[in-house]
């Protein structure tokens, strides 16, 4: 197994952790100008919200009640595509997922089961690695490299994959520019753009790398004034259809190269049953231990 195969599938469930999460904003909104109306005993599109911290909380009303959704995701950074479909259970202390994610032309599946992270091994990188086990799980408290750089992100993720918390994000560090109704997929849906400003809130920024990195990433991004555009596609319920960011200004503000850091996540099948386990524990091996074994 190439240690490049494991980063790019642990970048990609870190990618739609990332897109999904955020601190919970503080405080609640009742619901003024937006909202769910009714109309003939059913719901239908209100007018869009205007005040970010009204909107995180109509969603995440909406998200709690749903439980569930099936996902699919594009992104790209520094020339590397990545695509994932997969679906996913929420929940605030023990959120689980599953996912298929292709990045630099490796496909791979995994798991994120009661905070810990299964990765399957395809059989040429069993024989590579010297195991008969078909998957591989990384724990928070890894000491091999893969382990150490995608296991804090993974444990500060798990419990924040409510797709509501990007907007509990948005209520903290940024602002709705425009909103607008529209049709998305056959569907009626209000359309926001916002703006987020990295220097309100930093922490929440730099909260899904390892402690030890995120002092020099806060301090790279001091005084800059930094700006994240966003999308968000909310159908009648005020659940999340589509979101897309474009992290490429804050990426270029901590000294990398000029390029594209872009995601766009489509959410569907709200409510719907997600059932998502371990592997057998029989064909687990620890990842840190099988680098350790093959010498990397």
């Known amino acids: 197994m190439r240690k490049t195969t494991l980063v790019a599938a642990g970048a990609a469930l870190v990618l739609t952790l990332t897109a999904c999460s955020g601190n919970s904003a503080t405080g609640t909104a009742e619901p003024a100008a937006g909202g769910q109306t009714q109309a003939n005993g059913g719901s239908v599109l209100a007018s869009p919200f205007t005040d970010a911290i009204q909107l995180a909380s109509a969603s995440k009303q909406g998200t709690e009640k749903s439980k569930s959704a099936k996902f699919s995701m594009e992104g790209s950074a520094g020339g590397q595509t990545i695509t994932a479909t997969g679906a996913m259970a929420l929940d605030e202390t023990d959120t689980k997922l599953s996912m298929t994610s292709t990045s630099a032309g490796q496909t791979t599946e995994m798991r994120l089961v009661d905070k810990v992270m299964y990765l399957k091994l395809p059989a040429d990188q069993q024989q590579q690695m010297g195991t008969d086990k078909s998957w591989a799980k990384i724990s928070a408290d890894g000491t091999d490299p893969v382990s150490q750089a995608l296991g804090g992100a993974l444990s500060q993720s798990a419990e924040q994959s409510d797709p509501s918390k990007m907007l509990d994000q948005i209520s903290k560090a940024g602002r709705i520019i425009s909103s607008d109704q529209t049709e ?88 719907t049953q997600v059932e998502v386990t371990a592997p057998p524990a029989d064909q687990v091996v620890d990842l840190g231990e099988l680098m350790k074994k093959a010498g990397r």
Do not use: C
């Not at 301090?219 to 159908?235: M, R, S």
């Open 184 to 271: 998305l997929n056959g569907e009626q849906v209000n359309h926001y753009k916002v703006e987020l400003d990295v220097a309100k809130a930093v922490d929440q920024f730099t909260g899904q790398v390892p402690e030890a990195a995120r002092a020099q990433l806060t301090e790279k991004l001091k005084g800059k004034d930094v700006k994240i555009p966003a999308e968000l596609w909310l159908n009648k319920d005020n659940l999340p259809v589509q979101v897309t960011m474009d992290q490429g200004p804050m990426m270029q503000a901590l000294g990398a190269p000029a390029g594209d850091a872009k995601f766009t996540m489509k959410y569907s099948d709200w409510g």
